[in-house]
């Protein structure tokens, strides 16, 4: 359901950048789950370039009981630009979400003027994808933005308005980056180096789609998955806690 969302960005990166692969720890590039009836296949790529330090994205594919597309690109830390952030879910007909936001490593007025601001006419030309719905496992108020797009929606919806939601935040998204401006200030690239490791941290501890993982793959392959790819900045939570 969501491979086009795959193909357009897959495209835009290697017709945009100059890309190399960025290694994924053996054993997670892909996995196939045998439990069940129905199979359930994951399978993530990960690039970087000058301009971008982590390019990951990550399909799984359970036929009509789960279909997601995952992808966050983090840019290199010479760049305080937000991170994009990506979530499409299809868990049966009836529940389809889609998430997709520029997600802000600060939430300082002067840097959400700078950098959210920009969306502002994105998000009221596709308003109807922005349903102010609860958020259970985040804050939506720490790297999320107001004008983030998370709506519940349906098959038909996905395919042609908001693909072309998709393909208009992401062309945004790609001019931001190329008006930053790069740091040269050690303490500010420090800066940036915290607040990208901190996202990863609060990511991790929150993820929503670890039960989904361990649910098909087992539950140390899923920690594995979430601290060694997703967000291998980030420490576990009884390794943290452990240390202190
Ligand atoms: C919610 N994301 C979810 C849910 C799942 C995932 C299973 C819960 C859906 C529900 O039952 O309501 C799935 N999350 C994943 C998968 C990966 C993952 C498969 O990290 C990794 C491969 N989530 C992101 C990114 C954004 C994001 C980059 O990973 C930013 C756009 C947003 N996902 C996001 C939000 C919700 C969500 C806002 C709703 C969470 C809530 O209610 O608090």
């Known amino acids: 359901m969501y491979r086009p969302f795959l193909e357009y960005l897959e495209k835009e990166l290697f017709n945009r950048f100059d890309l190399r692969s960025r290694p994924i720890p053996a054993g997670l590039e892909a996995n196939v789950s045998n439990k ?61 979400l889609i998430v997709l936001d520029f997600q802000p490593l600060f939430q300082e007025e002067s840097y959400l003027v700078k950098y959210i601001e920009p969306m502002r006419s994105l998000r009221e030309k596709y308003n109807d994808f922005a349903q102010n719905l609860e958020m259970k496992f985040y804050d939506a108020n720490q790297y999320f933005s107001k004008y983030l797009l998370f709506a519940k929606t349906d098959a038909e919806t996905v395919s042609t308005r908001f693909f072309q939601a998709y393909q208009d935040y992401i062309n945004l998204y790609w001019q931001i980056l190329v008006q930053a401006e790069k740091l040269h200030k050690t303490e500010d690239i420090q800066k940036i180096i915290k ?50």
Do not use: M
């Open 195 to 244: 607040a990208q490791k901190d996202y990863d941290q609060y990511s991790a501890d929150r993820d929503p789609a670890s039960g989904l993982f361990s649910s098909y793959f087992g539950h140390e392959w899923a920690e594995k998955f979430l601290y060694e790819f997703l967000f291998e900045d980030a420490v576990p939570l009884a390794v943290s806690t452990a240390s202190r």
């Open 36 to 96: 069940g009836k129905n199979q359930a296949t994951i399978q993530s790529w990960c690039y970087e370039c000058a301009e971008l330090r982590k390019i990951r994205y990550t399909y799984i594919d359970a036929g009509a009981s789960a279909q997601v597309f995952n992808s966050v690109i983090y840019p290199s830390y010479e760049y305080d630009i937000p991170l994009l952030g990506i979530d499409l879910l299809s868990f049966g007909k009836n529940k389809i």
